[in-house]
């Protein structure tokens, strides 16, 4: 059996009582009705708080046939597997009941148990990461270590320094399964990798954003953003 088209999912999806029955707001998040295709995305519906820049969107891909929902946190965007079905009913049921708890777990991280590896590192209480200026040039503190983030792969976001409005990024994960820290760049919403904060324990990462991370955001800054 054949699937729909996007087009047609999108039709559906304005009758969809699922999506007519959510609350217009649900906490601090704003619900919309977006209906906008890009490619194969369809945007649904989303919940969004401004003041947080954080909130979630319903989707249907086309590449995959799949209605899923994505997690928005700053710049970080990702979406959540627990929440993938082809299963339309399914897919409903299934977001309606975690829907608040998700949100709520968006605007305040500590919610979310990230696990012994977490703890036993103690990144959540990390002195010299949780005390990181909240601004350095055009960049702001978005996410200090105590509201580390669950993200993809094993990693958590524990540190994230954000330039908003030219969409640039600098971030320090922890991956549980490699047992290592590491940093992540942004350029005009542009991924590049980098090895400069690669350590295996907390001491280590401490003395390379002491000696460089003012420099790493202000290389950002300057860098070519016409790519």
């Not at 940093?183 to 400069?196: D, L, P, R, Y």
Request: aromatic share 12%.
């Amino acid at each position: 059996m054949g699937y729909a088209s996007i087009d047609e999912i999108a039709a559906a999806a304005k009758e969809w009582d699922f999506i007519k029955n959510l609350p217009a707001q649900i906490g601090d998040f704003k619900k919309t009705e977006p209906g906008t295709i890009e490619g194969k995305i369809l945007t649904i519906c989303s919940y969004y708080d401004a003041e947080t820049n954080a909130g979630a969107d319903i989707i249907y891909t086309s590449e995959t046939f799949d209605y899923i929902l994505v997690r928005k946190i700053g710049m970080n965007i990702y979406r959540d597997i627990r929440y993938i079905y082809k299963e339309k009913d399914e897919f409903a049921k299934k977001v309606k009941e975690a829907l608040p708890k998700i949100l709520a777990e968006t605007t305040d991280p500590t919610k979310v148990n990230l696990g012994e590896m977490v703890a036993d590192k103690k990144i959540l209480t990390w002195e010299y990461g949780n005390n990181l200026p909240e601004k350095i040039g055009k960049f702001t503190l978005y996410i200090k270590p105590a509201h580390a983030i669950d993200y993809l792969n094993g990693s958590i976001i524990m540190l994230d320094y954000s330039d908003f409005a030219h969409q640039d990024q600098f971030v320090i994960y922890y991956n549980r399964f490699r047992e290592e820290f590491f940093g992540e760049v942004k350029i005009g919403s542009v991924f590049h990798a980098t090895k400069a904060y690669d350590s295996k324990t907390l001491a280590a990462l401490e003395k390379k954003l002491k000696t460089k991370l003012t420099a790493t955001l202000g290389k950002i800054s300057k860098a070519d953003h016409s790519i």
